[in-house]
């Protein structure tokens, strides 16, 4: 059965990514980029892609309140809407700026809707190779239109395939993650866009992810699809993750046992 909002959405991503964000990409000027914070790169594509992905939701939703990523660099005391009540959206415009910025993919697009601080909606599309990802809190996950369910795997950690996020991990814990590592079947880097890692447990590319930085516009899109798909989402030490926590450490696999074996392996739990 057709979902009409899930099916706005996603549009609304699909026209920021094809008029604003994929015709940029490979051709930013140098002026179109700068730093938001040491280390941080924003573009031209970030900015006028969350201008008119939250214009689009706040038309769908009268009242409702839009955090965005470049908005919440100018003014991070949006982040209290995350706790407080109605209708808030999560949107993340280029997910992967990095990548973006430098000529280099993936990056995606990114939007979850909370209901009085629940996360009851959410979306992950990659517009270079047109996959959409889009579910509801209880009515799972679709991909491409069709429901989903993560992929089985086999739970022997050495049969298991995923990604370590090392960049902002601190120098002890990288070499815990770099050491248990030899244990998996294929630990490899992260991609630089947390939206990418989410569509690669749905597809089966990969098993499992871990991450240190929990930004909510990063997560909560994934997060949401994963667990409606049969995965899980849980800090290190097996709490589940939310959006307006500020804590560190995310691991996101595609079942329990996948968890469990992965945390054994790479977090000595």
């Known amino acids: 059965m057709a979902d009409p909002l ?3 959405v ?3 991503l699909r026209e920021a990514a094809a008029k604003v964000v994929v015709p940029l990409f490979r051709r930013l000027d140098e002026a179109d980029i700068s730093e938001k914070a040491p280390g941080e790169v924003v573009t031209v594509a970030d900015r006028e892609a969350e201008a008119l992905i939250s214009e689009g939701l706040r038309q769908l939703l009268p009242g409702s309140v839009v955090v965005g990523e470049e908005a919440v660099a100018e003014d991070p005391d949006l982040l209290r809407h995350l706790r407080g ?3 808030v959206w999560l949107v993340d415009p280029v997910d992967g700026t990095s990548n973006f910025a430098a000529g280099r993919r993936p990056f995606a697009l990114m939007a979850a809707l909370l ?3 629940v996360p009851v909606a959410s979306w992950v599309y990659d517009p270079l190779d047109g996959t959409m990802a889009a579910g ?3 009515a799972g996950t679709r991909l ?3 429901t989903l369910r993560t992929p089985p795997a086999e739970p022997r950690v050495g049969a298991l395939r995923g990604t370590a996020a090392t960049k902002f991990l601190p120098p002890d814990f990288r070499r815990q993650v770099e050491e248990g590592g030899r244990r998996i079947g294929e630990l490899l880097p992260g991609q630089h866009c947390a939206g990418r890692e989410y569509l690669d447990i749905l597809t089966g590319a990969q098993q499992f992810v871990l991450f240190w930085r929990t930004l909510p516009w990063d997560h909560t899109p994934g997060t949401l699809l994963v667990r409606e798909a049969g995965g899980v989402a849980r800090r290190f030490d097996g709490a589940d993750y ?7 450490g995310l691991l996101v696999a595609a079942s329990p046992d996948v968890w469990d074996e992965v945390s054994a392996a790479l977090l000595g739990g």
């Open 115 to 117: 209901t009085d601080g």
């Open 136 to 138: 509801r809190l209880g």
């Open 144 to 146: 491409d239109g069709a």
């Open 85 to 87: 009540s109605g209708d």
């Open 6 to 8: 899930l099916e706005d």
């Open 10 to 12: 996603g549009t609304l």
């Open 242 to 248: 939310h959006p307006a926590d500020d804590g560190k």
